[in-house]
């Protein structure tokens, strides 16, 4: 049951760390130009990142971490824990990567336990053979006369102290962060190997009374359990019939065990979890659940259980302890940053996404292809003849709309009524005699299309720019005709106001972009005479 118990508490602190709020700092982790964190031996590195050649900059110095911790010391075994039992710890770690770090830790226990179960079968115990003696189970027959050492049961109790060194090593899994710069607690998993130097006492003498054994203490007790009395009232009589002293050294194997000084030395492994949260950049808080196993079955003083039929055998199972602390750390350094568990390796490289510093970007380069003076991105004529003006769009300039560029134009006025005019923008302008002709010419075209404008825009979208490219063909192929752009607001002066925006981005676009002159072309709102999205072009 006690077994059962420790585990249940086990797994319930290597879950908690939930419990925690989370709460993100503001301050990044470091900052990658600073030298000063930055070791002799990883310069090189830090330079060819520097330098562009590397992408990836040094690992900087980190602070040690140094600790202390208090807590509830526990021996599992054989015989139920007895409270309180206190335990001591200190340790130094280090970190070597940003999830993994090493920590040396020293440790003192003080652990206790009372059996409220009797034991009929005492005599394997030898520090308690030797001094009680118990009765034969063949005969019936009391094995001493000695007074006071003649009992049927016992209850086995024991003080274990124990001194732990152990080298840890421990992963850290939560301070990666995707969404958040840093967190202010930090979870782990660890473990390790060491060794452990114990010490186990018996209180077996009731010294307030001559030496004498727990003989009648142990009947009283023997004779409550045979009447169902509850293990609490057992317990209690015990606790107050012993006197506590732990005079008598529990058994051992003797030279069979390895010794530092009077105590036990065994090899023992460690495993360990805790949930640390940061108080300030240098102090953080830890509660930790320490697991020990050992290759020994006498930490509480007793390898022998009693089977159905009352004979002692061996427990077969190997004693561990268990060490719940809240520890207080410290990072000690200087020229470091903190310790690189507590900082999030993609802190840099999301703040360099963010606000660049170190990226290279290439410098912007503008291409001229035509060397017109406007670069190609801007450029709607990107084959301008050599050494022709352009306006600010790179079209070449026509001045008298004749399709033919000012730059080859032997003509650069020419008439509308001396069009078309033949390759070299020279118009045939008719003789005098042939006057009635002219101006019997043939009718302007009048079936130009309307355009459509939306909601309250004034801009000019894909399709009535063109409608317009369809308007200004038209007015190409009949140089002498006119037109008039005709929109049709409402009474408001903000209706009114809107129709004559649009008609002069209409016309503004017929002139700069598509080449009519502007003396073919008028605007004027009609109030009412039709939808007020809609734009007539008429001929003149």
């Not at 015989?79 to 003192?108: C, E, I, N």
């Not at 509308?416 to 005019?421: G, K, L």
């Amino acid at each position: 049951m006690v077994r059962k118990k420790y585990n249940l508490l086990i797994a319930l602190l290597l879950c908690c760390g939930g419990v925690f709020a989370q709460t993100t700092v503001n301050t990044s982790g470091y900052d990658v130009y600073d030298t000063s964190v930055i070791t002799n031996k990883r310069m090189p590195q830090q330079n060819e990142f520097w330098n562009h050649n590397y992408n990836f900059p040094a690992k900087p110095r980190n602070m040690w971490e140094v600790g202390v911790s208090g807590g509830s010391f526990n021996v599992i075994g054989d015989l139920d824990t007895k409270f309180p039992s206190f335990g001591f710890a200190a340790h130094v770690r280090k970190a070597f990567g940003y999830l993994f770090s090493m920590r040396l830790q020293y440790m003192y226990g003080v652990g206790y336990g009372q059996a409220w179960t009797p034991s009929e079968n005492f005599q394997k115990n030898k520090p308690v053979a030797a001094l009680y003696s118990g009765v034969d189970k063949r005969s019936g027959v009391m094995t001493t006369t000695i007074p006071g050492r003649a009992a049927e049961v016992v209850y086995y109790n024991y003080k274990n102290n124990s001194q732990d060194l152990s080298l840890q090593g421990i992963f850290t899994f939560n301070n990666i962060r995707f969404h958040k710069n840093k967190t202010k607690f930090i979870m782990y998993l660890g473990g390790g190997f060491g060794a452990t130097a114990y010490e186990t006492k018996l209180n077996l003498l009731n010294d307030k009374d001559n030496n004498n054994t727990y003989s009648a203490l142990y009947a009283e007790a023997f004779a409550m359990g045979q009447a169902h009395s509850e293990r609490k009232d057992i317990l209690k009589l015990l606790k107050k019939g012993l006197d506590g002293t732990y005079e008598t050294d529990a058994q051992t194997l003797g030279e069979r065990r390895s010794k530092l000084g009077d105590k036990t030395l065994r090899f023992s492994s460690t495993l360990l979890g805790g949930v640390a949260y940061k108080l300030s950049k240098r102090i953080n808080i830890a509660l930790e659940n320490r697991m020990t196993f050992i290759k020994d079955d006498l930490l509480d003083g007793q390898m022998w259980q009693e089977n159905t039929y009352g004979d002692a055998v061996t427990t077969g199972n190997w004693d561990s302890y268990n060490y719940v602390s809240l520890g207080l750390n410290f990072n000690l350094g200087k020229k470091s940053v903190e310790p690189l568990y507590w900082i999030n390796p993609l802190d840099y490289a999301y703040g360099e996404l963010n606000n660049p510093r170190h990226m290279k970007i290439p410098e912007p380069v503008f291409v001229d292809s035509d060397d017109d003076g406007v670069i190609d991105q801007l450029d709607r004529e990107p084959n301008t003849p050599a050494g022709c003006p352009v306006d600010t769009h790179g079209v070449t300039l026509d001045t008298d709309g004749d399709g033919v560029p000012d730059c080859l134009d032997k003509e650069k006025i020419t008439p509308t009524y001396c069009q078309p005019v033949d390759a070299d923008g020279v118009g045939k302008c008719p003789d005098p005699e042939c006057c009635d002709k002219v101006t019997n010419a043939p009718a302007c075209p009048c079936d130009y299309p309307s355009v459509t404008f939306t909601n309250n825009g004034s801009v000019l979208n894909a399709n009535a720019k063109s409608m317009l490219s369809n308007v200004a063909s038209k007015m190409k192929a009949n140089p002498d005709c006119g037109v008039v752009l005709t929109g049709y607001p409402e009474a408001s002066k903000a209706s009114q106001a809107l129709c004559q925006k649009r008609l002069e981005a209409a016309k503004k676009y017929l002139v700069e972009t598509l080449g009519i002159s502007g003396d073919r072309i008028d605007t004027n709102c009609e109030i009412g005479g039709g939808d007020k999205n809609t734009m007539d072009v008429k001929c003149k």
